[in-house]
C-alpha cells in the first residue's frame, strides 16, 4: 500500500452509528450515536472497560455486523445498509483483519493461509495471488517459513501470518483485534514494531486494545465508556492534524 497524503476524505466516517441488541424482554445500546473519522495513514488506538463495547464497534467497522440506524462509509462505500453479500464483497477488499487469536487454519501452510482469501476476488489469477503471497510475508519476514503449517510456529511467528494475511490485498485499512493480547512481552513488541513499520510505510490501522503501553505508540487514541466516544486525542502528530471526532 502507498503513502498518501489525502487526508481530507476519510477511510472510516461514522455519523449518529448506533447499535442495540434486542431479545424478548430488554433492548441493550451497545453503540450509542457514534461519530467518527479515521483518515489515511492513521495509526488510531480504541480502548475502553470490558463491556464497554469496543468489540461491536470493531464488528461494525469490520462490516461483521450491521448498525441498527446512524450511517457507515468506508473507503467511498456507503456501508449502512447494504446486504451481507455486498458487505463481504467490500469486506474481502477494503479490510484486513488481525485476530487476538490469529485464525491461522490449521491444515493449511502458511501460504496457503495468506492466499486463501484473495482466491475470493475472482479477477486474480494464480500467479498474482502467488505474488501477493510472497510480497506480504517479506514484509513481515517469514517467506522462509512459507510452507510450514501454523502448528510449526511460535505465537509471534502466527501472528506475523496473521498480520501478513491481512495486508495481502492492499486493504484500505487494516483491523486489529488484541493484536497483542495472546503473545508474551517480547513478541507482543516485535508485533506492534511490525505494525508501526507498515503504518510509516502508509497503511492505515485501527486497533482494539487493552494494553495501555501499546496504545501509546499510536498516533491517535479513541476511549470508548458505555457505548459511546468519551474522548478522541493525538498522540503523534500526523502531518500537523489534530484529532478529529
Known amino acids: 500500500m502507498q503513502p498518501t497524503n489525502n487526508?481530507?476524505?476519510?477511510?472510516?466516517?461514522l455519523q449518529g452509528l448506533s447499535k442495540?441488541?434486542?431479545t424478548d424482554r430488554v433492548q441493550t445500546h451497545a453503540?450509542?450515536?457514534i461519530k467518527l473519522r479515521i483518515y489515511p495513514g492513521?495509526?488510531?488506538?480504541?480502548?475502553?472497560?470490558?463491556?464497554c463495547g469496543k468489540s461491536t464497534l470493531l464488528s461494525l467497522l469490520g462490516l461483521l455486523d450491521a448498525p441498527s440506524s446512524g450511517q457507515y462509509r468506508l473507503a467511498g462505500h456507503d456501508a449502512s445498509s447494504i446486504d451481507a453479500d455486498e458487505r463481504a464483497r467490500i469486506r474481502n477488499k477494503e479490510i484486513g483483519f488481525v485476530f487476538q487469536s490469529f485464525n491461522l487454519i490449521s491444515n493449511l501452510t502458511v501460504a496457503e493461509n495468506i492466499e486463501l482469501p484473495l482466491t475470493y476476488r475472482g479477477n486474480l489469477s494464480k500467479a498474482e495471488r502467488h505474488s501477493m503471497t510472497l510480497s506480504a510475508l517479506e514484509q513481515v519476514d517469514m517467506a522462509h517459513r512459507q510452507q510450514h503449517y501454523p502448528a510449526q510456529l511460535s505465537g509471534g511467528q502466527q501472528q506475523r501470518v496473521a498480520v501478513a494475511r491481512a495486508i495481502a490485498g492492499n486493504p484500505a485499512i487494516i483491523l486489529a483485534d488484541e493484536p497483542t493480547g495472546n503473545l508474551d512481552s517480547k513478541n507482543a513488541e516485535a508485533v506492534m514494531a511490525l505494525l508501526e513499520?507498515?503504518?510509516?510505510?502508509?497503511?492505515t490501522i485501527c486497533m482494539v486494545t487493552h494494553d495501555s503501553a501499546s496504545a501509546a505508540r499510536t498516533q491517535r487514541i479513541v476511549e470508548v465508556f458505555d457505548g459511546q466516544i468519551v474522548a478522541d486525542r493525538q498522540v503523534t502528530p500526523l502531518c500537523g492534524m489534530s484529532a478529529r471526532a
Open 7 to 13: 487526508h481530507k476524505n476519510a477511510i472510516i466516517e
Open 20 to 22: 442495540v441488541f434486542a
Open 31 to 33: 453503540l450509542n450515536n
Open 42 to 51: 492513521e495509526f488510531v488506538a480504541i480502548i475502553g472497560p470490558s463491556g
Open 197 to 203: 513499520q507498515l503504518n510509516r510505510g502508509g497503511t
